[in-house]
């Protein structure tokens, strides 16, 4: 999807999700020192994860309590603050159980973000669909989803909810559903929250805000928050959020990983260690 635009140039180290210990800091750095066990997020254009030793920027740096183990921290910052961003700010979710109920569906929620997603959305007065493969039903289950639907099932293809519920938000974590299958299953003032927008999001987001409709479509590009990174560390270190991980690689394998993560079919995060 980013390929048109990355990497700006070579070489080029991916990855931009960390967890280490801080081996120096830079003259103006006062929240750290050497010593320090933290979580950062990487910029995009930089990456630098795949690497013994990355630079982070302070902003976006936060520590990680000794409850919170380095391959949990680091699956948190791109997918986390994805699966935050889209919950809290596109959908205006409020993650201390009040406000209106509100029917939700995430789909993908087995994957990096899905996962995240369903958690979170759990912590707010919701209902909560989700869609995954088979083989990751029982385990989606278990992140709270109240309703699961194998997608490759004609009822999952569809969308719809078993209970007949009607989205009030959508977070679209999979590809090649239309408008067209969004649509009938969304409450009147239902939106859909597409995390990996392509040119046929961006289409249907204009249209509908021309017409006026008041189902809508909402591409949703990443603002990393430092303090919403730290949010997230805070609910793993209280257990109101677990990282679940696919696989760990060792750096030298990383090439392993990446494919891995292309596939799509990972269950969670993937995770390299030095």
Request: some cysteine; overall charge positive.
């Amino acid at each position: 999807m980013l390929r048109p635009f990355l990497p700006p140039k070579f070489p080029y180290v991916p990855a931009c999700d960390v967890a280490g210990e801080v081996v120096e800091v830079g003259p103006g750095v006062k929240k750290f020192k050497a010593g320090d066990k933290v979580v950062a997020y990487l910029s995009i254009s930089n990456g630098g994860g795949f690497a013994e030793f990355a630079v982070a920027n302070e902003s976006l740096t936060v520590a990680r309590p000794p409850e919170v183990s380095a391959p949990e921290g680091a699956g948190l910052p791109v997918a986390g603050l994805t699966a935050l961003q889209a919950l809290t700010q596109a959908a205006g979710l409020r993650l201390n159980g009040r406000g209106p109920l509100k029917n939700i569906l995430i789909t993908a929620a087995s994957g990096g973000v899905g996962h995240y997603a369903v958690q979170l959305a759990k912590l707010g007065n919701t209902h909560v669909t989700a869609t995954c493969g088979a083989r990751n039903i029982n385990s989606v289950k278990s992140l709270g989803a109240d309703e699961v639907l194998d997608y490759k099932t004609p009822e999952g293809s569809a969308l719809k909810s078993p209970s007949g519920k009607k989205y009030d938000f959508v977070v679209h974590c999979a590809r090649a559903f239309p408008w067209s299958v969004f649509e009938p299953n969304l409450s009147e003032c239902g939106k859909v929250i597409d995390i990996t927008p392509s040119i046929s999001t961006m289409t249907t987001f204009a249209l509908k805000k021309l017409t006026f409709s008041k189902k809508q479509l909402t591409p949703l590009l990443l603002t990393p928050k430092g303090e919403n990174l730290e949010f997230l560390v805070k609910l793993v270190k209280e257990g109101k959020l677990k990282t679940i991980i696919d696989l760990k690689h060792p750096l030298s394998k990383a090439e392993d990983a990446w494919a891995k993560s292309i596939s799509g079919h990972a269950t969670g995060k993937i995770i390299v260690e030095p």
